[in-house]
């Protein structure tokens, strides 16, 4: 287990300020830029956890709805050890102790007024809660993965697909917004670190990491290094680094395709016509070749024993496969359905009409 770990734990210290009576107003002006710095997430990251709250509420009642049945599934045991995360994500109240720790920094340099500043355990302190919920995002990140796998393999499957896709939309949204979560934690992790570097240093803290790369998957790392754009501060007119990443560089959609629109006055070439008819004969060849395939399998039937094999088969045949089979229009109730009509109608004192009955009745079931 990581050794830092351990610290997020540890009691917060006194919430305090130092008077510096000789402090430099360019130090000062340093912090206080990286301070507003983190400041501009405050609002993304509210907005963000709440999105994620609320998530979370969905995926507790659905999961609540869903024990009975699914208790001892693997994916539904994977999606109690992800809404078990996210629970302890959402009761890592970073962003108060954040929130604390920056209303102890001035908002404006000014030589006429003294200077406090907080303590360097209260940043410390601040330091470790933002890697703590760093940690917990990425594993959100994880177990939103696997919850995902799982999901899509019961989706093909085809078993209660319909609770796994409604248990891969929930995943899937938390997903998305704890990634940008993770990007407004690390700006506001390496902004703190600025603040750190320059408070006076009045004891010996943990060596902490410069960024949250070893939380972040390679293709958020890349975005996030990429995105780092030079601004300029209002307030001060200095050009500092800022994060800027949306949520379209998490989604892989690909480049967008420009349909050609046909005037209204363009009349079709003779090569489309041409092309449709084509088209349209093979459509029909392909219909007339399916029904004369279902004619002869029905046609070479000629006794009791043949008719009993046929339905024993197409019984066996939609199980592997219904869409493959001669019978994929009915259902299992409509087929269960014909078939005892058909066992009924074998009446052995008039085999050739019981037979030409029966298959009557199962090609109009068919058409």
């Known amino acids: 287990m990581d050794p830092l770990l351990k610290l997020v734990l540890d009691p917060p210290p006194i919430s305090t300020t130092i008077h510096h009576p000789a402090f430099e107003t360019g130090i000062l002006k340093k912090i206080i830029r990286a301070k507003w710095k983190i400041k501009r997430r405050f609002e993304e990251i509210e907005a963000d956890l709440l999105i994620v709250s609320e998530e979370f ?8 709805k869903n024990h009975n049945r699914f208790h001892n599934d693997k994916g539904y045991k994977d999606l109690r050890m992800f809404e078990k995360t996210l629970q302890k994500f959402l009761n890592h109240k970073f962003m108060k102790s954040l929130t604390g720790f ?18 360097q355990a209260m940043g410390h302190h601040t330091h470790l809660q933002l890697y703590g919920a760093a940690a917990f995002l990425a594993r959100v990140e994880m177990l939103s993965k696997n919850c995902a796998l799982l999901d899509v393999q019961r989706l093909n499957l085809g078993h209660f697909w319909g609770v796994a896709a409604q248990n891969l939309a929930v995943v899937g949204r938390i ?3 704890c990634r940008h979560l993770l990007v407004g934690v690390q700006t506001c992790y390496s902004g703190l ?6 408070l006076p240093k009045d004891v010996e803290n943990a060596r902490l990491p410069a960024n949250l790369f070893n939380f972040m998957p390679e293709d958020l790392v890349e975005q996030v290094q990429k995105a780092e754009a030079l601004v300029v501060d209002a307030e001060t007119g200095v050009e500092v680094t800022e994060m800027r990443v949306t949520v379209e560089d998490f989604l892989d959609i ?7 629109k046909l005037s209204p006055q363009q009349e079709p070439s003779l090569l489309s016509l041409n092309k449709k008819r084509k088209k349209d004969d093979t459509t029909i060849a392909a219909e007339v070749v399916g029904t004369s395939e279902s004619k002869d399998a029905l046609s070479s ?3 009791f024993d043949q008719m009993k094999e046929f339905l024993r088969e197409e019984t066996q045949s939609r199980k592997v496969s219904r869409k493959s089979s001669l019978t994929s229009k009915l259902n299992q109730d409509s087929w269960k359905d014909l078939k ?6 074998l009446v052995p ?8 009955l029966c298959r009557k009745l199962i090609r109009s079931a068919i058409k």
């Open 340 to 345: 005892k009509e058909v066992l009924d109608n």
């Open 349 to 356: 004192t008039i085999p050739n009409k019981s037979l030409k």
């Open 57 to 64: 509420k969905l995926l507790s009642h659905v999961l609540y």
């Open 254 to 260: 690909g480049e967008p395709v420009k349909r050609i």
């Open 102 to 119: 920056l209303g102890f920094i001035p908002d404006s340099p000014s030589t006429q007024m003294k200077t406090y500043l907080p303590t």
């Open 175 to 177: 997903w998305l917004v």
């Open 193 to 198: 670190g600025e603040v750190l570097a320059e």
């Open 301 to 303: 039937i000629h006794n």
